[in-house]
Structures are given as C-alpha cells and as structure tokens.
C-alpha cells in the first residue's frame, strides 16, 4: 500500500504524518538537529516506520511523495546566516535598495512602532554597496530597447563579484518585468566566467513594477537559495539512497509544494512554508467538518501562528515584510509572535514581564528539559502549575524536571518581581494567553470579519493548552482541537494532504477597466507559463484548477488589493464585475460607505495560480463510538492544577486520551493527556470528541 509523508521542520521539533490514503495516518515528533537537519527528518521517518510496523526502507520504497516544510529559509533571513550576494543592476539605480523607496523606516512595524519617529531606524543593508554594481542597458515602459546592453562591462562586472568570492548574484534591471531578454543575457555572460554560480533573476522571480520590492527579494532569493540547495540537494540523495522514488516536494509561502529540485530557484517562495503547513491542514479538516470560515492557531515550540479561512479559501496576501525589507511572494497570510511553548520569560528593566520573543528552541531547550537550559520558558512555567505531568511528553520519553523549571522561574522571574514561583508562573501563563489573544483580534478584525461567524482550530505542540484561554474573548463559536493520529503534528498532515502550486504574474499598470483582449491577452500569457511551470515538475497529477486575480487599487493611492478575477470567458462585462468585487472588498476592510470608484480606479499586476492535485487522498480517519457520553472509563487520576490566578491550585481530572471514545463529554476543569500534547479545558468549559477524534471545546 502506498504511502503519503508530511515533514514539518520546526525550530523545536521535527514532526512527521504518513498517510495510507485508506483511513490510517500515523504521526511522530522528534527533536530539530541544527545544524544538520537533515538528521531530524530521518529520525521523524524511522519513528513513522515503526509506528507502522516496516522498515525504514520500505516504508520509503512505498512512499508516493514527501511534502517537506522548513524553517530554513526563514530563519537563514531572520538571523542573517546568508549566502554573500552581489547585485548587478541598470546603470544610475543601484541605490534603489539603500534609498528604501523612502519607506525602509516603517515597512513591518507596528503602529505604535510608526509613531515613535524618534526610535524608527533603517535596517542593515541587504548587501554592502561594494557588492552593487552597475551596467549600462535600458528598456522601456513598453519593454522596447532604448539602449543594448553593454556585454563587455556586463562581463567586467561579474569577473570583479567574482574574485570577490559572492556566492550568488541577483540581477535586477529597471524595467525586466516588462522585457527580461537583458536580465537574460547577462545570466549567460556570468555563466561563461562562473558556470556553477547561483544566479537569479527579478523578471523570474518577481515581474512586478516597483523596482525596490522587486530588487529587494531578487536578493533575498539569492541568499537563501544557495542555503537551500544545500540542504535539499544531500536530504533527496539520502532518502533516495534509503529508497525513495517518488518525489521530494518543498512547500511554498502560497500553500502548495514544489519539487525539491526546483525549490532553489525560487527560494524566497519557501520563507513561510512552515507556516503554511498548518492553514492547509484546517483547510483540509474544515472540508471534513463543513467548516466555511476557520481561524488557525499554532502554538509550536517557538512561535503562535494565526491564519484565516473564509468561505472556504485561506486568506493570501500578494507579499510580505522580513527585516524591514519587503518580499514579493504571494503566501497565505499568517500572524504570528515569537510566543511559543519555549517562548523565554524575564522581566525588564522596567519591572515588567516579557514572554518572547526570544526561544528556548531545541538546544538546549526549556529549563525542566534538563539540557542545560537554565532560563525560564512558558513550558516550565505549565510544568509549575500542573498543567504538564513531570511524566512528561512522548509517552514518556521526555521527562521533565520539576526542580529545574522552579529554579529557573524562581530566579527570573519570581524574585525580581516579589512573587512566588507559583504565582510567577500563573503570570507567564496569562501573558501567554493575553498575547496570543491580542494577535487574534488584530488578525481577524483588521481584516474586517466578526469572530462570532468562525471556528477556531487549535494545534500545534503548546496550543491545545492555551487555547481555551486565548480564543474565550473572542467570541468564536467552537474551538476544535486536532487529535486523533495527528495531535500536535497537524501542520505535517498540511503538509501531506497539499497540492502542487504553482503561480505567475505580470505588471501592466492601467486605468480600469479594462476591454476583454487585454484580459485575454494577459491570462492567456500566464496561463501558458502555468503550463510550462507545471510539465517542469515531473510529477503526475490528478487534476489542475487555475484560479485568477487582479491587484487594483484608487488613483492615487499606494496599495492594492487582490482581487478574484471570474473564470469565465471574458466580456465587456467583466471589468464591471472585478470592481464590484474590489469595492466590497476595500469596503468590507474599511468600511462602509468608504469605496470611492469616482476617483478612478487601476490594475497593476495580473496574477494566475494553479492547483494541482496529487490525487492522493489525505483524509483523518473516523474513531469508534461511545456508548454513552460519560467518560469516567479514560479518567486516569487527579492532579492539583492551577488554571486561573483567582482560584488557585485545585484538584482536576485527568483523562486519557488513548480511551476517548467519540461521543464522550468532559466539563471543565479537566485536563485531556496526549502523547504530544496536552489539553486544557477550564471551568466553564465543555469538551466534547467528534467523530474524527478531535476534542471540541464550548463555553458555557
């Protein structure tokens, strides 16, 4: 029987889902090894072939695919770990990356942030001026030549990086989204002198107008890149010297997998595939549970992440912001704060207590791992309150140490502020859910929609016990937590059950709008690319699905919105019918009454994105039936727990989840104990397992 696996390379743990595609879905957790990854992930795989009773070889040889999610890219950008880069760009524009387009001040921050002018600063350069160079060319608006390219000084230019020893050069030409044959040529020039180097270019990885955004991730990309076919190029050698014939796939920011072969190319794609991983899998789950509109929260070891499904479709935005420097990458918009379950807790000069954003992280982890960590996390501080068993996670495995996580809060946290360690740890474990509430309001209100019309989602290892606390103010109906064969893996189950995607685009800034064969001409451009993009994966796929947008936005404002474009033929009705959409749209985030179509309205970029199906069907398994709702046969004991600073430590249930039947009912306090993961249902709430196995919790 075959096998679909899902690989999810946190910066704490390494999960791991193989799927049967016949209803069986079995799930392991293994610590991250960085520097060498890799060695996680054949960890993750051994586990799943023991839980399946087969070899790690033969689970391999049986596998269809292997969707990998990783931090890599991400955390390479974040911490600076890159490849040294050089920059060849039109002659007179090269400072477009040291100028910022007057916005490098304020671009990722805050509001708060925006308003503290005394504090703003530009970040560090991308890459140092010395790196950036110059070469005469110039197309125009149209994408006609005004002036050729000057070969032997593009040659010049790539012999002098060279001898600087750069790793990669990015190739970002003023008007290449329009016309790329310049950007072209010069790949060709430096592959005469260096025929191994990493070259990227805008035109390939971002055919956007703006020439800051687009420079800016044409070198990001080629930082990563580099990093990238590192890591992949021995994880796919190894596992096909283990067996492996099906393909390495790479999941992308956008929510889909590329082939692994493919991947470095377009690099930057892959900054937020970790975070994809999970909203995918609330999508798959939501298909199951007839969910429309879903908020996603993961609490891993290291950060809270929240996402949004509507109608059935997760929520993307056409880029994003790292270090202040902004990435043209669609991705699926996802919050998130370094507020995890190694999340450190101190207190600052100010006398006040901080949870994150620093992490724990694997190495060497929460104080009560006992592998040398000696600060305080928010998984020490659950330890303290009974929350955690000092059995510990893995069943077992993992024993935590009581008297390191009261040391180290004792130390950190308590003393400085007056408090006892008790009570220092109520304190990390309110910040922790206060936190994680504040970003759920700004993710779902700011984008215009009432908690009240969602079901919130809660994985991830730290997340089923924080997730009563951090979604009782918001007003949703239900929270759902994913147990059953994926517990706290779920965002590797995403990973398995995803499609192949694939996108492209182009700019084309005009008045709109616009008559049916500039449409035609468009999508027809893009689709073809789609096509092409597709036959280089060399997977076979079950079907493929094209869905359209259009970034449009008022004359004279800077940003746009993506906009749903129909997939029916084009008319002159067309146009009218995207402008409804935009309207209520830019209404919906806005306000009423705040759309304003006599100021004119414009296109900018034209975007087409295929889905394509593996036809592997990655679906959670439904679990036997109760014969009545009283739970009493999985109680496994009592523990004196701390969930609320007013009521104090009081003796709480505790049940297993292994002899949770569907149908069984819980009312809170309780505590629900999963080999990954633990769930937290305090007093006024209800619990309740359906029929996939997932504990439902309401409020009274």
């Known amino acids: 029987m075959p096998y679909a696996l899902g690989i999810d390379v946190g910066g704490t743990f390494t999960d791991a889902v193989a799927s049967d595609g016949a209803g069986r879905i079995v799930s392991a957790k293994t610590p991250t090894t960085p520097p060498n990854r890799e060695a996680g992930v054949l960890r993750a795989i051994e586990e799943l072939a023991a839980e399946l009773g087969i070899g790690f070889g033969e689970l391999l040889s049986r596998t269809d695919y292997i969707a990998h999610g990783t931090t890599a890219s991400i955390n390479a950008l974040v911490q600076g770990r890159v490849a040294d880069v050089g920059l060849i760009a039109t002659k007179g524009h090269r400072d477009a990356i040291y100028i910022m387009n007057a916005e490098g001040r304020t671009l990722g921050r805050s509001a708060?942030?925006?308003?503290?002018?005394?504090?703003?600063?530009?970040?560090?350069?991308?890459?140092?001026?010395?790196?950036?160079?110059?070469?005469?060319?110039?197309i125009d608006h149209a994408g006609q030549v005004l002036v050729p390219l000057d070969e032997d000084e593009v040659r010049r230019v790539a012999r002098e990086l060279v001898d600087q020893g750069v790793e990669a050069i990015a190739v970002s030409l003023l008007w290449s989204f329009k016309n790329g044959a310049h950007e072209r040529r010069i790949r060709e020039l430096v592959h005469e002198i260096a025929p191994d180097l990493y070259v990227t270019l805008s035109s390939e990885v971002s055919p956007r107008i703006r020439e800051f955004a687009r420079t800016s991730t044409t070198i990001m990309n080629a930082q990563v890149g580099p990093r990238l076919r590192t890591y992949l190029a021995p994880l796919r050698k190894q596992l096909e010297a283990g067996g492996l014939t099906g393909p390495l796939l790479v999941m992308q920011s956008e929510g889909g997998t590329i082939t692994a072969d493919r991947a470095p190319e377009h690099a930057i794609t892959?900054?937020?595939?970790?975070?994809?991983?999970?909203?995918?899998?609330?999508?798959?789950?939501?298909?199951?549970?007839?969910?429309?509109n879903v908020i996603t929260t993961d609490v891993g070891g290291t950060t809270f992440l929240a996402g949004l499904i509507v109608d059935g479709e997760p929520i993307m935005a056409p880029g994003s912001v790292v270090n202040q420097y902004p990435i043209n990458a669609a991705?699926?918009?996802?919050?998130?704060?370094?507020?995890?379950?190694?999340?450190?807790?101190?207190?600052?000069?100010?006398?006040?207590?901080?949870?994150?954003?620093?992490?724990?992280?694997?190495?060497?982890?929460?104080?009560?791992?006992?592998?040398?960590?000696?600060?305080?996390t928010n998984t020490d501080a659950n330890l303290v309150l009974g929350i955690l068993s000092e059995r510990g996670l893995l069943?077992?495995?993992?024993?935590?140490?009581?008297?390191?996580?009261?040391?180290?809060?004792?130390?950190?946290?308590?003393?400085?502020?007056?408090?006892?360690?008790?009570?220092?740890?109520?304190?990390?474990?309110?910040?922790?859910?206060?936190?994680?509430?504040?970003?759920?309001?700004?993710?779902?209100?700011?984008?215009?929609?009432?908690?009240?019309?969602?079901?919130?989602y809660a994985f991830g290892g730290a997340g089923p016990a924080h997730c009563a606390g951090y979604c009782?103010?918001?007003?949703?109906?239900?929270?759902?937590?994913?147990?059953?064969?994926?517990?706290?893996?779920?965002s590797a189950y995403g990973l398995a059950a995803s499609d192949v995607v694939v996108s492209a685009e182009l700019s084309d800034p005009s008045s709109f709008p616009v008559g049916p064969a500039v449409f035609e001409a468009h999508y027809g451009r893009l689709e073809a690319e789609l096509q092409r993009a597709l036959d280089r994966q060399q997977v076979k796929f079950h079907d493929v699905t094209v869905q359209r947008e259009l970034d449009l936005r008022y004359s004279m404002q800077v940003t746009e919105l993506a906009t749903a474009v129909p997939d029916t033929k084009f008319t002159e009705r067309t146009g009218e019918e995207i402008l409804d959409r935009f309207e209520e749209?830019?209404?919906?985030?806005?306000?009423?009454?705040?759309?304003?179509?006599?100021?004119?309205?414009?296109?900018?970029?034209?975007?087409?994105?295929?889905?394509?199906?593996?036809?592997?069907?990655?679906?959670?398994?439904?679990?036997?039936?109760?014969?009545?709702?009283?739970?009493?046969?999985?109680?496994?004991?009592?523990?004196?727990?701390?969930?609320?600073?007013?009521?104090?430590f009081v003796r709480t249930p505790v049940y297993d989840y292994a002899r949770l039947r569907a149908g069984h009912e819980l009312t809170g306090p309780a505590i629900v104990e999963v080999p990954t993961t633990v769930v937290v249902v305090p007093a006024g709430v209800t619990g309740r397992v359906d029929r996939l196995g997932n504990l439902v919790l309401g409020y009274q």
């Not at 304190?427 to 984008?447: G, M």
Request: proline letters at 6%.
């Open 472 to 490: 009782q103010d918001l007003g949703v109906r239900e929270v759902v937590v994913p147990l059953g064969p994926v517990a706290s893996a779920f």
């Open 585 to 648: 749209q830019y209404e919906r985030i806005n306000g009423s009454g705040a759309g304003y179509r006599e100021a004119g309205v414009q296109a900018i970029t034209y975007r087409v994105r295929a889905k394509a199906s593996l036809g592997f069907p990655v679906q959670l398994p439904e679990v036997p039936r109760a014969a009545s709702a009283d739970p009493d046969e999985a109680l496994v004991g009592q523990r004196s727990v701390c969930l609320d600073s007013q009521l104090g």
């Open 395 to 456: 069943g077992g495995r993992k024993r935590l140490r009581m008297d390191l996580a009261r040391e180290a809060i004792r130390e950190h946290v308590a003393e400085p502020l007056g408090l006892t360690v008790e009570e220092a740890a109520i304190a990390i474990h309110e910040v922790q859910n206060a936190q994680a509430a504040d970003l759920l309001r700004r993710a779902v209100v700011q984008a215009g929609y009432d908690p009240r019309d969602f079901v919130a």
């Open 112 to 138: 708060h942030e925006v308003q503290d002018t005394l504090r703003q600063r530009k970040p560090e350069p991308l890459i140092p001026k010395y790196r950036a160079l110059e070469v005469t060319e110039r």
């Open 331 to 376: 991705t699926i918009r996802v919050h998130t704060i370094g507020s995890g379950g190694g999340a450190l807790a101190s207190v600052d000069a100010g006398g006040n207590l901080r949870l994150g954003p620093q992490s724990a992280e694997a190495v060497p982890g929460p104080a009560c791992y006992g592998n040398g960590g000696t600060r305080p």
């Open 270 to 292: 892959t900054v937020g595939s970790v975070l994809s991983g999970g909203v995918i899998g609330g999508l798959r789950l939501a298909g199951q549970l007839g969910h429309r």
